[in-house]
């Protein structure tokens, strides 16, 4: 029999799975083993461990009382990798040896691991830890960006400065992959230049492996070792050249692994590339022609579509793609322009580049966007692909986006649905009799964990912005003696923190800055605003958005009222969705394709107040939370931003603000309160990663796989 392991082993196992990161148990371990270097270490348990070798690890865990915790914790890590009995067991067993290959350019696991910039990777995250709960045989599929994006700060000016940090794989939960004869993986993918060559790691989160292409090799020119350094950092160039390596490259990766996809699911078009290099393995393996290579890959190609914004979508003229993926078509046997007909949507026009998104969707059978709403915008944008259907026809489905529960759900509102909620209910998220019992939760009680929420995010706040100045050498004793006073816990908090892309539109409340400054100051039922957020560095109108809310945070009238805080990740978003009265999001409809950071905020006790737009339009349905206007769009974008601005006012004046002051005698705003279970109620069970990813199982990944489709609902 083996020997025990050491306490020492285990924790380190523990901090090397990603399971760690939703289990608030296991975080508290390691924030207890030392709370300080905890933050110092931004949260990461491989960092904090090297700083506690084993006889200094086992002295704390003595002091602290961590033994049984430790090994209680190791051991239901241990049963939820073993576990047979999973919902995936049930019903994806086709996918059994042969599992989903899911690809995405970003993935958004955990602060500690920042490879992603926004929605598309924290989904992509979400999506990889209900795959793990749910035992769903998948493996993701991605680049490792040492530099990953950026650091936010703002200058005294207002501006965002960008910094790059190198990411120490020694100091990250990533070992190297190994293919089946125990050794590392390295793959290449020629272009017409030479060839880019990338190694493979491997990140475990929970069940679930995910693999992360790096070009930063001997092997390769000095330019391509920066490749694969940043996220959406470079030029056209750099961003095909990263894509091959993500589409060609991964499913070569793959292939050395031994691995064999039955399913491939491009989260996005950036990686779209991967399905001719599965045209390419068929080839190879049985000689058949293209066209029926094509067809059988299609079969088994799912595509997710993310934006209606046409700048989202990536393009390369024909000399890029000629340069880069000329070997490939070489051994596909096509000529030039067919290659490029691929990616047009008018098969023959010359003047029409290479678009990822027609390539996903002319190699993909199964192709759905992210919303209903989305859907009928996409099935629009795109019909010319399909011009002999009717617009009801063209063949793309919706499958809502959602968040992983556990991720998101703040630990005190945990232990509240824990009481009311059937046992083991967050194994049974996606069921709506699940949450039916949210009522049965006492007012009182309910408001006190809110309240409680709602406290550590402006302690945590006041922290953020204290460092802010002082980083900005602007920390005076006045100002800290402001900053210790910014927020106040009884005052009506408002949220808006997501990327900064103009369509967002951050600065719609104070479109007029008089009209704020009144909702801010109200005697009895002021108001106060936390804003996040960070712009693409390429971004200049997004970067002016940015520092015109910058300036208003700095105003007299707003100082600790409306405050901005800096460097959005998922540990500032975990703090804001926990902690907010409401979460506002008011894009320029229809141009958010679903949005998630408002389903985060639901399941906190959080209120939406939002465009109808992307998952909201399907999500409101009049008592669980607020809409801005009605729905309307105007061709002119001037009139739709003054009439939303508007709408966003009035819905602030004569809802949301007298039913948070409307109290009775013990203080609670019982209708209010009345909202928040409603919206959890109605909300819960269809906005999370579990319901989604058993759609995407039953609807797309068992009929690719060969099933037999379970629903049909996804061809609308
Ligand atoms: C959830 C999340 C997002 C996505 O927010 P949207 O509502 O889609 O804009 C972006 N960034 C971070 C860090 C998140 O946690």
Redesign the pocket.
Known sequence: MARDKTLHEKIRELGRNLWWSWQPEVTNIFREIDPVLWTEVGHNPVLLLEQYPPDKLEQRAAEAVLHTRINWAYRRWQEYMDASDTWGATHAGVLGQRPTAYFSAEF?LHESLPIYS??LG?LAGDHLKSASDLGIPLVGVGLFYDQGYFEQHIDANGWQQETYTDQKIERLPIEPAVSRDGKPVLISVDTRGGSIHARVWRVNVGRIPLFLLDTDIAENRDEDRQLTARLYGGDTRTRIRQEIILGIGGVRALAAMGIQPGVIHMNEGHSAFAGLEVIHQRIDDDAVSFDEALRETAAMCVFTTHTPVPAGHDRFGADLIEEHVGPLRDQLGLRADALMSLGRVEPQNQNESFCMTVLAFKLCRRANAVSSLHGVVSRRMWANLWPWRSEEEIPIGHITNGIHVSTWLAQQMRMLYDRVLPLNWYLRTGEPGVWAPVEEISAGELWETHQTLKTRLISFARDRLLKQARRREELTDTLAQQISTALDPRVLTIGFA??FAPY?RADLIMRDIEVLAELVDQADQPIQLIFAGKSHPADEQGKAMLQRIIKVTQRNEFRGRVVFLED???NL?RHLVQGVDVWL?NPRRPLEA?????Q?VVLNGGLNCSILDGWWAEAYDGSNGFAIGSGRTHVNQDIQDSRDGDSLIAVLRNEVIPLYYDRDRDLLPQAWIKRMKRAVRTLGWRFNADRMVMDYVSRNYVPAAGGLSCDMNNIA
């Open positions: 958004g926004g929605g924290v997501r990327r967002k959005y990740d998922v978003a999001n679903s949005g998630t950071s408002g985060k």
